[in-house]
């Protein structure tokens, strides 16, 4: 995806039906899950943010995509 990609548009890039149905997305930093080791351990240190349509990717942002059809 290009610079300036909304969250709903980068779940599409994956499938349309993320894009059509998409909630919300779960975000961690590449850094933060290397330096803490899993999501889990992230999600404990609050470092999991929860982003809406108007989030803007950024570069190192690991994605879970929440979507309903």
Given at each position: ?69
């Amino acid at each position: 995806f290009r610079k300036g990609t909304k969250a709903p548009q980068a779940a599409g890039i994956i499938h349309s039906d993320f894009e059509k149905g998409f909630i919300r997305a779960e975000v961690i930093k590449y850094e933060d899950f290397i330096r803490l080791g899993s999501e889990a351990k992230c999600k404990e240190a609050g470092k999991m943010s929860v982003e809406g349509k108007d989030y803007v990717v950024q570069d190192g942002d690991m994605m879970n995509f929440r979507f309903n059809v």
